[in-house]
């Protein structure tokens, strides 16, 4: 089982919304305690940082070609962080991938360690 499991995507028409799911079923990830990161991968392009939020809350980062649609929440009592995506755009489309453990936040960074999900698969077509 990946230490990270994410959940939400979906086709959808341009203009349209999703909402994203990062949960960690393993145990020893308290998700909780962890800054994470949302990436995507879209073809032909390489991985990107789309947003981040700290373990507490406070501090969130975002992605310029996603500020302003883009956000990023957690709750904490159940271990849990969100991705709402409004006002999608056919270049939006891609496999999106929750990460956490050592994970910057701001920056959007990963580094060698940083465990992630398997991805869920946002298509955004008219």
């Known amino acids: 089982q990946p230490p990270l499991v994410e959940s939400g995507g979906d086709v959808v028409q341009p203009g349209g919304s999703l909402r994203l799911s990062c949960v960690a079923p393993a145990i020893g990830i308290i998700l909780e305690n962890l800054n994470v990161g949302w990436f995507r991968h879209a073809p032909g392009k390489e991985r990107e940082g789309v947003s981040c939020?700290?373990?507490?809350?406070?501090?969130?980062d975002y992605a310029d070609a996603v500020k302003g649609r883009f956000t990023v929440s957690r709750d904490n009592a159940k271990s849990t962080v969100y991705l709402t995506m409004n006002n999608l755009k056919m270049e939006d489309t891609a496999v999106y991938y929750c990460?956490?453990?050592?994970?910057?936040?701001?920056?959007?960074?990963?580094?060698?360690?940083?465990?992630w999900g398997k991805g869920t698969l946002v298509t955004v077509s008219s």
């Open positions: 939020i700290s373990s507490g809350g406070a501090t969130t």
């Open positions: 990460a956490a453990r050592f994970v910057r936040c701001p920056g959007i960074g990963y580094m060698s360690g940083t465990d």
